[in-house]
Nanobody, 122 residues
Framework: QVQLVESGGGLVQAGGSLRVSCAASGRALSRYNMGWFRQAPGKEREFVAV????????VYAESVKGRFTISRDNAKNTMSLQMNSLKPDDAAVYYCAAGMSIQSPQTGAPFWGQGTQVTVSA
């Protein structure tokens, strides 16, 4: 029943910034932890960040810690990932997800968006 739609992907130079967002359907979004995964060609899906339903707690992958910031606005049914100091290794399709464990978010999620492409030029 939950539908997630990403936006904001695009092309950016290394060292630049980009913000990707996710619009969610359904009520009571605060019940769900939400976050982001990414997948580059030929590689496995990788956990990026998660935020608790209340927005109080966040967890980041070590590779993006200090550069990416996840946030949410439950009143607007939106969730975003601000990506700064982007590197070529950050290039991937970024997927919005909901319902993952805050303790073990890397295990996956029951709800997924269609993905948005992020390209980082060297």
């Amino acid at each position: 029943q939950v539908q997630l739609v990403e936006s904001g992907g695009g092309l950016v130079q290394a060292g630049g910034s980009l913000r990707v967002s996710c619009a969610a359907s359904g009520r009571a979004l605060s019940r769900y932890n939400m976050g982001w995964f990414r997948q580059a060609p030929g590689k496995e899906r990788e956990f990026v960040a998660v935020i608790s339903g209340s927005g109080v707690s966040t967890v980041y992958a070590e590779s993006v810690k200090g550069r990416f910031t996840i946030s949410r606005d439950n009143a607007k049914n939106t969730m975003s990932l601000q990506m700064n100091s982007l590197k070529p290794d950050d290039a991937a399709v970024y997927y919005c997800a909901a319902g993952m464990s805050i303790q073990s978010p890397q295990t996956g999620a029951p709800f997924w968006g269609q993905g948005t492409q992020v390209t980082v030029s060297a």
